[in-house]
């Protein structure tokens, strides 16, 4: 069974730098495509990034575009978002989601994707 376990989410400074980790077990998750999505206190969970099984496939949500970077690692089981240049406004539980397929449409909408990780918290401020 895929459990998925996501790390790294800390207290940093406008402007700073944050890499999160998606450690998955008890499957290999190189045959998933792999989500991020992201919920702050009185909002819904928006979809952030989607990376295909192969990583030949990213897919970014405006509000991040430029500035986040997926990846993944599929001898490590892990896949990575790499944040640069963080405001405020990305301060949010951060979710990471596993899907055997995603649907174009779908590809960063937590309808698209049965699996997910427990959520590390990410705060960005002065």
């Known amino acids: 069974q895929l459990q998925l376990v996501e790390s790294g989410g800390i207290l940093v400074q406008p402007g700073g730098s944050l890499r999160l980790s998606c450690a998955a077990s008890?499957?290999?998750?190189?045959?998933?495509?792999i989500g991020w999505f992201r919920q702050a206190p009185g909002k819904e969970r928006e979809g952030v990034s989607f990376?295909?099984?192969?990583?030949?496939?990213?897919y970014y949500a405006d509000s991040v575009k430029g500035r986040f970077t997926i990846s993944r690692d599929n001898v490590k089981n892990t896949v990575y978002l790499q944040m640069d240049s963080l405001k405020p406004e990305d301060t949010a539980v951060y979710y990471c989601?596993?899907?055997?397929?995603?649907?174009?449409?779908?590809?960063?909408?937590?309808?698209?994707?049965?699996?997910w990780g427990q959520g590390t918290q990410v705060t960005v401020s002065s």
């Open positions: 989601a596993a899907e055997p397929t995603v649907q174009h449409m779908y590809v960063l909408e937590k309808a698209g994707f049965a699996s």
């Open positions: 008890g499957v290999a998750l190189d045959y998933y495509a």
């Open positions: 990376i295909g099984s192969s990583g030949g496939s990213t």
